[in-house]
């Protein structure tokens, strides 16, 4: 079951950025990228479908949805991976606005940066 937070972020993702789901699909060997999109618009349409998908549905979820939505990493606070002040995950909560923002950097990393400008001018 996905969280109204990952709800949110895979409709924004399907509406305005799906290539970020058919470039997943590519880079993991799924043949039929355009029904990634197809699957995650499933997911969207209504919550309970989570629970009822195929076995080829999951596969497609896991390949080419999951990690948008799910533990996605963090860039770190100068954009060099280890340089995450946080978990190295951006928290569900924030994720929507770092795809708005176009910035995959955790809570922790946006404000340590920006304090850091702050105080450093
Ligand atoms: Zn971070």
């Not at 058919?22 to 479908?49: C, Q, R, Y």
Request: net charge negative; with cysteine.
């Amino acid at each position: 079951m996905l969280s109204q937070n990952q709800i949110d972020v895979l409709e924004h993702i399907v509406a305005n950025e799906a290539e970020f789901i058919t470039d997943l699909a590519k880079n993991n060997g799924i043949n039929n990228p355009k029904d990634s999109v197809g699957i995650a618009e499933f997911i969207i349409g209504d919550p309970e479908n989570f629970s009822q998908m195929s076995d080829k549905q999951v596969y497609h979820y896991e390949n080419a949805i999951k990690p948008l939505i799910s533990r996605v990493p963090c860039e770190g606070m100068i954009g060099e991976q280890g340089s995450c002040l946080g978990n190295d995950f951006i928290d569900e909560d924030s994720l929507l606005e770092a795809y708005l923002a176009r910035d995959m950097r955790c809570q922790h990393c946006i404000s340590t940066k920006e304090s850091w400008f702050a105080n450093n001018p």
